[in-house]
């Protein structure tokens, strides 16, 4: 019996935190995920792969899928557009597939208003001071992407905690990917996962002498 839905979890968190080194990680782990690859218009970084890490488009691509309503989400970030694509994340949770999303804070609130059972969890730095060190650390952004992200960041903290539903302090990537995978066990179990699960044992309670 496995008619349960699957549970979809966001991860956003200020640029260079360790979003996508975490959850590199958390697959590690835990191979029963399914990772949606965003769509964006940013420029490749080296050793990024189409198709894995992201479907690079162009900005006509782009706006033609959201015209043609094949975004779940999708948002402006730093001056390039990236989304969620839908069918693929739709199809996994009506299988009962765990899906886990990397987006920035507009597109987990549009994510949270379509489907309110998401979860929602935030990955904070130990520091301000760690958080720059990583952004130009990871030497992907030149100095005038790095100083954009960083203001992105300082207004990204200030909203987040309202809508998320889980801060992770990202110190160690092993503990940071170790309490997500925590937090996803949690929520198969929650009362909108099991809801099928739940219908049919009333069913058969019923049916019972
Ligand atoms: P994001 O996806 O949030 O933008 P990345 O995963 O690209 O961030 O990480 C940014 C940089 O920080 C990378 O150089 C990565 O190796 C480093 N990093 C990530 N997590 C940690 C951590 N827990 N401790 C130290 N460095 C980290
Ligand atoms: P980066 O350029 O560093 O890969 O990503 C920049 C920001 O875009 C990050 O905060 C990341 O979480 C976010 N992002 C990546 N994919 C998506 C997406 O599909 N939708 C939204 N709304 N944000 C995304």
Redesign the pocket.
């Known amino acids: 019996m496995n008619n349960r839905r699957g549970v979809l979890t966001v991860i956003s968190?200020p640029?260079?935190?360790?979003?996508?080194?975490?959850i590199k990680r958390l697959f590690e782990i835990e191979d029963n995920l399914y990772f949606s690859v965003s769509a964006t218009t940013r420029k490749p970084r080296p050793g990024e792969i189409d198709g894995v890490h992201y479907s690079f488009k162009t900005k006509e691509e782009f706006e033609h899928d959201i015209e043609t309503g094949e975004m779940l989400e999708y948002a402006v970030f730093n001056g390039n557009y990236y989304g969620t694509p839908k069918s693929a994340v739709e199809q996994c949770l009506s299988e009962g597939k765990d899906v886990v999303l990397d987006i920035e804070i507009q597109g987990a609130k549009n994510v949270k208003k379509m489907m309110p059972e998401s979860a929602l969890v935030y990955l904070l730095p130990p520091d301000i001071e760690e958080l720059k060190r990583?952004l130009v650390?990871?030497n992907t952004e030149d100095a005038e992407t790095i100083a954009g992200r960083l203001h992105t960041a300082r207004l990204e903290l200030n909203e987040a905690p309202e809508l998320y539903d889980y801060f992770i302090v990202?110190?160690?990537?092993d503990n940071?990917a170790i309490k997500i995978k925590d937090i996803i066990e949690g929520e198969r179990c929650s009362k909108t996962a099991m809801q099928e699960v739940l219908k049919q044992i009333l069913e058969e309670a019923e049916n019972l002498a």
């Open positions: 968190g640029s260079g935190v360790g979003k996508g080194t975490v990583r650390g990871r990202n110190d160690l990537v940071a």
